[in-house]
């Protein structure tokens, strides 16, 4: 074929100047480290990286906000500890105030140390995390979870909903509790509780204790009252029935359990059984009724009994309130297990991610160097080529 | 015949021979030279030799095709420049937009750990600004893009017409030249030069009239030079969107024609028209519908919650309403105004035609494919209810009256962030200032599908780097490929017309010799002349 000077002249520069770029774009791969800058280096994996990076964002911000909420639950745990201390130490001194010899000015001593469990509560119930929100007030974070009413009763001002945070693309989690579950609230386990009411009488209650779950009715409390027949002896009436006599010592067995009753009771005495979780379970209110009962001075038989009646309801109160903190402990608990399982999950991911992206868009050194060093003697020999050629002329002869 | 006079004709014939290889020579880098040949002939007029001719040598096939490979390169290579923006500013980086969605829902995770903390409902404004910032910038662009495009047209017409307007003068000069028996070989050089100039400009067909003149038309069949008439194309503001400019043709009465764009498939003009309906458009909605559907998202959940202060959260995101513009020609007195539905899963990343017809009533198609659209008449208060907007009607529209509905072109461009005020962040459903619920909400905008009702925003986004990247990669392919057809078609007309340099060289040692030899013959024939002389 005939070829024009114009035409060799081209086709020389032009193969020249592709294998420049050439270069250049294998250089810029070289020093960047990456092959896909623009989506139309590679559109598909440009795309694709697009949902890779998201997926990483979402699985950052998954693990940021486990990270806080490890942080919450475990100021909450250790918390917690404090407050089951706190139940413990108030429960040793119930059984401390248990004892017939103590003087009033002993149960006044022991009603201090037990005002001072109170006000650690106060003070555990009422904690702050770092930034200053109060742990166990729910979404209330900016007020106390408890504060005092005009009678001195700590009134919970939190509400009823705990702070969730997204954890994983699946689950969202708890940060933390609030106060209503911690101070009042019962665990699901806990048994029946038997208050007396403001009685006059030295009647006393042991119990109740659970004799038979079958019962049709086992579930449900009952209420006692107290009357003077008229032969004078007493009788009591069961939920407003018709009275039945009463002898000290009995033992009543009602709904599944059974209450044993001593001492004299006098007309309009009381004595309720409810199932804990009915009866407004609240930890300060049955630590301060107790601390008030021990600051009572006990002179009748009617102040033993209700001293004897508070004790023992007291201690079920507490145990039944630390039952129910280790119930919120082992949560904490198994909610930072889950979070460490998540943790683990999460990194897996993130690094699986991370090595899906790096194929993706990164560039392949050991590729990309031997193309860029192969387009660098590929333009060499294109500039020599280009050179040697235009040497090439007739006219060099004439 | 003298042997003189003979060798005096090879002297001329070597000298015009001489002259045109010197010409060739000279012009061995002239655009648009044809390589002139000089034809040795028997003279007619005795004995000697006479140069016949001096021939262009020229294929009008090859240069036809070769035009033609050069308008279909030119359009790909304008389409690459235009569409090279776009997959530059999607590249990735810090500000890439799909980096800035994920910094702004990381804001609104940090938010959610601690809704009462102040400083991350900060955060959370500050990641929106900079997100709507972004968005408004390349949406400008685009819109810039579509100005330049516009203006770009403009210019491109008026060199056509120039280019034309020589055309047809040259036209004249050959036709003229032609019936004085005497053509000029430079001006068909130089009218065919203008034809390939012109082809770059706009794909057209190219006929040679028996007087020598060409007839160049458009790919419809109009004709943008008729022997020495040239017909202008001229520009104006489209009558369906005005946002588009459209190009006319001037016939010879004066008539106006509005030339669709599909007129225009080659050549720069026909590049561009491609790449303003389909790339630039497509990347405006895409942008704007992830504008739109993160708005009403977000602004249904701030709706929906109460902020720090105890209110009930406020519009938080803005975008402007759909645009929509009656066709100019329209003969009703109807106008239409759209705003964005609740339904926002409904939206779609295109523009859509409302027409009106008596028998029908109002009617909507997309304009993407062409298919029907459902939509809802509200006799009672005149409103029109599609694809996620809500159309109010005032006036009343003529039978075939049509207006251009444009939901997201420019909803990229006018997305902002309304507040600078973190506690306006309806974080919760309640007035507890560590209520987080609404921010969870809000946080799960991010995985859910609430563009179109079936893609995430981040997918949006991968699709849209996706169909810009494959069309960028395509149209560089395609290119290559034409690059390379109209390399072999240039090195198949130069074979024929090009110069080649030793061939000349070797032409000039041949002719000069001639010459010497034709010199020799005048040499031969004085001495013969004056030993007849010497004899007298």
Known sequence: MRLSSATIYNQSLNSMLAQESAYQDAAQEVSSGTRVVNPSDDSLAAAQAVNVRQAIAANTQYADSRSAITTSLSQEESTLDSINDAITSAKALIVQANNGTLSDADRESIATSLQGVYDTLVTLANATDSNGNYLFSGYQSQSPAFAADANGDLVYQGDDNAIKQQVSSTQSMASGDTGATIFLSVSSSAGFIAEAGDNSGSVTFSGPTITDTQDANYGTGFSLTFSTAADGTAQYSLDGATPVAYTSGDSLEVNGLSLTLSGAPVDGDSITVSKAADADPDLFASLKNLISVLQTPVETDADQANLSNTLSTASRQLSNAQDNVLTVQTSVGSRLNQLEVLDTIGDDLALSYTERLSGLVDADYTESVTEYTALQVALQAAQQTFVSLQKMSLFEYI | ?536
Do not use: W
């Open chain 2, 1 to 536: 015949m003298s042997i003189i006079s003979i060798g005096v004709s090879g002297l001329t014939a070597a000298q015009i021979a001489l002259s045109t290889s010197s010409s060739n020579t000279t012009n061995a880098y002239t655009a648009g030279y044809n390589l002139q040949v000089a034809t040795f002939s028997e003279s007619t007029s005795g004995s000697g030799v006479q140069i016949a001719s001096v021939d262009r040598q020229y294929n009008q096939f090859v240069t036809s095709q070769l035009n033609g490979s050069i308008s279909t390169e030119s359009a790909l290579s304008t389409y690459q420049t235009e569409v090279d923006q776009i997959d530059s500013l999607l590249a990735d980086g810090d500000a890439s937009l799909d980096t800035l969605m994920q910094s702004f829902f990381s804001s609104i995770q940090t938010l959610t750990s601690d809704a009462s903390d102040t400083a991350a409902r900060e955060e959370v404004v500050g990641a929106a600004q900079t997100l709507t910032s972004q968005f408004t910038q390349l949406g400008s662009y685009l819109d810039d893009m579509a100005s330049d495009v516009n203006s770009q047209i403009d210019d491109q017409v008026t060199q056509v017409n120039d280019l034309t307007e020589q055309i047809a003068g040259l036209n004249k000069k050959i036709s003229l030249s032609d019936a004085l028996g005497s053509t000029s070989n430079a001006l068909l050089d130089q009218r065919d030069l203008l034809v390939s100039q012109l082809s770059e400009l706009v794909d057209v067909d190219v006929t040679t009239q028996s007087n020598g003149s060409y007839t160049v038309a458009l790919s419809n069949g109009l004709a943008l030079v008729s022997g020495n008439d040239s017909f202008d194309l001229q520009t104006a503001v489209s009558a369906s969107d005005p946002t588009k400019t459209a190009v006319t043709y001037v016939d010879a009465a004066g008539h106006t024609t509005v030339l669709d764009d599909s007129t225009f498939e080659g050549g720069s003009l026909g590049g561009l028209m491609d790449f303003r309906d389909t790339s630039l458009g497509d990347a405006q909605n895409q942008l704007g519908i992830l504008a739109v559907s993160l708005t009403q998202a977000f602004n249904t959940l701030q709706a929906s919650g109460i902020d720090l202060n105890g209110d009930t959260g406020s519009a938080f995101f803005s975008v402007d309403d759909p645009s929509i513009y009656g066709n100019t020609q329209n003969t009703g007195d109807a106008t239409l105004s759209a705003t964005f539905t609740d339904d926002v899963s409904a939206l779609s990343a295109t523009d859509y035609t409302v027409k009106y017809s008596d028998t029908d009533g109002y009617t909507v198609t997309r304009n993407d494919s062409g298919a029907s659209v459902t939509s809802a008449y509200d006799s009672n208060n005149d409103t029109l209810t599609f694809a996620g907007m809500s159309v109010a009607i005032s006036g009343t529209a003529d039978d075939g009256d049509s207006f251009l509905v444009l939901p997201t072109r420019n909803a990229a461009s006018s997305f902002s962030t309304l507040t600078g005020d973190g506690s306006l962040i309806a974080a919760g459903t309640s007035t507890g200032s560590s209520d987080n619920s609404n921010a969870l909400a809000m946080l799960n905008l991010q995985t859910d599908s609430i563009v179109g009702g079936s893609k995430t925003l981040s997918q949006t986004y991968s699709a849209l780097v996706s169909d810009v990247g494959s069309t960028a990669s395509k149209v560089a392919g395609q290119l290559e490929t034409q690059s390379g057809l109209t390399e072999q078609l240039t090195t198949l007309q130069q074979s024929e017309s090009g110069v080649n340099l030793d061939e000349e060289a070797a032409n000039l040692i041949v002719y000069q010799q001639y010459y010497q030899a034709c010199a020799k013959v005048v040499e031969v024939g004085t001495s013969l002349l004056d030993t007849i002389l010497d004899i007298s």
